[in-house]
């Protein structure tokens, strides 16, 4: 039996942070494009050119580290209140939307989740406060998956097109200072 996760009037069980609060913690990619991130990019685009590798792993690992301090919603606090709203649900004997919206009320981070649960497969999706979906789970298809925000996206392009500009000048600079190679003639004065 699949049981759809919702509170009396059919939305989604939401919880708990007001608007205003949600507007304090807004995580745009803008913000977190700072003159210092931005050359840290330079510095690896540099050093990634002077190597020949374009988006080296150090970059990546940078660039991620610093979207999920400064973009990335919370998704670890949702998640694993999911999972345990799961698992009591799982564990309850009857009526299992009761056991739920329990678990859903006392969630914390201003989201929402949908959940569908049988004694077969379990999936759920969770929304942040601006409605977007930033995580889904399904037991039967490997667990957890995040899902990327609009300003996760943003962020991504817009350091990648500053990666790319560094790395080309990078690039340019290196042609420039490369001695130029003579090509000079060669004959044979044998006789």
Request: proline share 5%; charged share 25%; net charge positive.
């Amino acid at each position: 039996m699949v049981i759809p996760l919702s509170n009396r009037t059919g939305a989604p069980v939401k919880w708990g942070q007001s608007a205003k609060t949600q507007k304090v913690g807004k995580r745009t990619a803008e913000s977190a494009m700072t003159d210092g991130f931005v050359e840290q990019i330079k510095k690896h685009a540099k050093e990634d050119a002077r190597r020949g590798v374009y988006m080296s792993p150090e970059f990546n690992q940078m660039r991620l580290a610093h979207m999920k301090q400064c973009v990335s919603p919370d998704r670890s606090g949702p998640k694993a209140e999911v999972m345990s709203a799961i698992r009591a649900a799982l564990n309850e004997p009857h009526p299992l939307l009761q056991a739920l919206d329990k678990m859903l009320e006392k969630l914390s981070g201003g989201g929402s989740a949908n959940l569908k649960i049988s004694g077969i497969q379990q999936t759920a999706e969770v929304y942040a406060p601006n409605g977007e979906n930033i995580a889904s789970y399904n037991s039967l298809g490997g667990g957890w998956t995040d899902i990327q925000t609009r300003e996760e996206h943003k962020f991504l392009d817009e350091s990648t097109f500053a990666y790319l500009q560094a790395y080309r000048e990078a690039r340019a600079e290196m042609k420039a200072e490369a001695p130029a190679v003579e090509s000079a003639a060669s004959f044979d004065t044998r006789i």
